[in-house]
């Protein structure tokens, strides 16, 4: 044991103290720098739960807004066939009376789908095949080719055409549907799309559609052909239909 010499303690003492002191010291500024880092570190994920509860809600908002465009347009789709059938009808009945003949009365259109079973890859031509032939109570207006892609039509006439293909791109900054017709005017659809971080900030943004619809004066014979860019590729679970009736 150290004693007191005259009236002061030992110098190592001292030392010791101090050095203990400065440990102190030191430890607790450790344990304010954690206290900081853990405090800025809750700041952090709180902020970051934000930013992601609110990029949820837009992801929701934009695929219900898309889900509502889709809707629309296949009910103005709709709209206009039943507008333009229910116009030939009365333009047929008061033609029969004017004749004072009577005609069968049958219709002539043909409407064709793309499912997932029947989908196929674009070639290099960008023909779009693997159409599906849907069940009309009417007199067919085109014959398909599976093979060539190609829709041959069987009568001549006035027709109200329409053909509409969703497609899964997301490299390109636009996507395009063409609808050809032999010496006569080209359907077409060009749409342009965002490729930024922000236009593509949720799953949905490869679903890009295109439609294209008209009317036009078409031969016997003549073959119509649904077209797009080669390295395009169509969406699986997308909605992809053509199809024409006749209007005169």
Same mark, same amino acid.
């Given at each position: @044991? ?12 001292? @030392? ?7 440990r ?8 304010? $720098? ?8 809750a700041?952090?994920?709180?902020? &970051? !739960? ?9 992801l929701?908002?934009?695929f ?14 709709k709209?206009?066939?039943q ?6 009808? $009365? ?11 009577? /005609?069968n ?55 109200? $055409? ?31 799309? /965002? !490729? !930024?971080?922000?236009? /593509? ?19 016997? /014979?003549?073959? $119509?052909?649904?077209? !797009? ?6 969406? @699986? ?7 024409l &009736?006749k209007?005169?």
């Amino acid at each position: @044991m150290w004693k007191l010499q005259n009236g002061k303690r030992p110098v190592c003492a001292t @030392m010791q103290r101090i050095l203990q002191r400065r440990r102190i010291r030191t430890l607790r500024l450790v344990w304010s $720098l954690m206290a900081v880092l853990a405090l800025s570190l809750a700041v952090c994920s709180a902020i &970051f !739960t934000v930013w992601t509860m609110r990029q949820t809600r837009d992801l929701s908002r934009s695929f219900q807004t898309l889900q509502e465009r889709l809707e629309q347009v296949n009910m103005q789709r709709k709209a206009i066939f039943q507008l333009i059938l229910e116009k030939r009808e $009365l333009l047929e009945s008061q033609r029969f009376r004017r004749d004072g003949r009577k /005609g069968n009365g049958r219709k002539v259109a043909s409407h064709f789908e793309i499912t997932n079973n029947s989908v196929q890859k674009v070639g290099n031509e960008g023909v779009i095949k693997g159409w599906t032939e849907e069940q009309l109570n009417m007199s067919r207006a085109v014959h398909y080719n599976p093979e060539t892609g190609t829709f041959k039509v069987e009568r001549s006439g006035v027709y109200f $055409l329409y053909c509409q293909v969703h497609f899964n791109e997301n490299q390109s900054q636009y996507v395009k549907l063409e609808v050809s017709v032999p010496k006569g005017p080209l359907l077409q659809c060009i749409e342009g799309y /965002g !490729t !930024t971080p922000a236009s /593509g900030s949720h799953r949905f943004h490869f679903l890009k559609p295109c439609q294209v619809s008209g009317l036009l004066r078409l031969n016997k /014979g003549a073959e $119509l052909k649904a077209i !797009t860019g080669g390295s395009f590729s169509l969406q @699986m679970s997308g909605k992809h239909y053509f199809g024409l &009736f006749k209007v005169n």
